[in-house]
């Protein structure tokens, strides 16, 4: 399944493409770009996603000047790794347009399961440590936990995460990941860790695992 060639939905300001669930009721699945990303980046990982979830990508809102688009204000020294307070503003907007969506799409966002690429897993983090009844399931790809999140380390008790990094990754250094797994079960988190020969990419084997992960009740 290519991308879609048609323009992408639009609602609120936001941008952003869905795959509908086959069956119903539906479950939401949020995939969340990287940096630079666009609400195609993640359309790889939606097309393969169970038919039961409906698959909802949208576009980070603010532009990058390197292109595409970026879960932070882009200000001066804004190239290192974002943390939980620069990620909120785009984690509460979210949330917003999500509750704003779910009457017109007839799809329930009261509990929903996250996916997130690079800085979208670090956004995929901020909404379960800031809004932890809302998310059940999360898989961070190539991602970090954002700096600022131990002020709310209680509400990862339980969940389930999905961990994939590269050890070639040249972008988030895998040892980031590495120290975020144990931080998490720390946590009380329950996390499956797959790591591979990649770089700042899912290799083959993780996305088995992240396929199985999603797959189970």
Avoid at 108 to 129: C, H, I, P, R
Wanted: glycine share 10%; with cysteine.
């Amino acid at each position: 399944m290519p991308i879609p060639t048609e323009p992408a939905e639009q609602m609120n300001g936001w941008t952003y493409r869905l795959r509908p669930a086959s069956s119903h009721p539906a479950r939401l699945m949020l995939m969340l770009h990287g940096w630079t990303g666009t609400e195609n980046s993640m359309w790889f990982f939606a097309r393969n996603m169970q038919e039961r979830y409906a698959v909802l990508l949208p576009r980070a809102p603010h532009p990058d000047p390197e292109g595409g688009y970026t879960w932070r204000l882009v200000s001066p020294g804004s190239r290192s790794l974002p943390g939980l307070e620069e990620l909120r503003p785009a984690a509460e907007a979210l949330l917003r347009f999500l509750d704003d969506w779910s009457p017109l799409s007839g799809v329930n966002v009261d509990l929903f399961d996250v996916t997130g690429f690079s800085q979208g897993a670090a956004l995929a983090y901020t909404l379960a440590v800031l809004f932890p009844r809302r998310v059940e399931r999360l898989a961070a790809l190539s991602g970090f936990l954002p700096a600022g999140w131990e002020a709310h380390v209680e509400g990862m008790k339980g969940k389930r995460i999905f961990i994939s990094h590269g050890r070639a990754d040249e972008i988030v250094p895998v040892d980031l990941a590495r120290r975020d797994r144990v931080r998490l079960e720390q946590a009380g988190a329950s996390v499956v860790y797959c790591e591979s020969e990649a770089g700042h990419k899912v290799g083959k084997e993780c996305i088995k695992g992240m396929d199985s992960f999603f797959n189970i009740g």
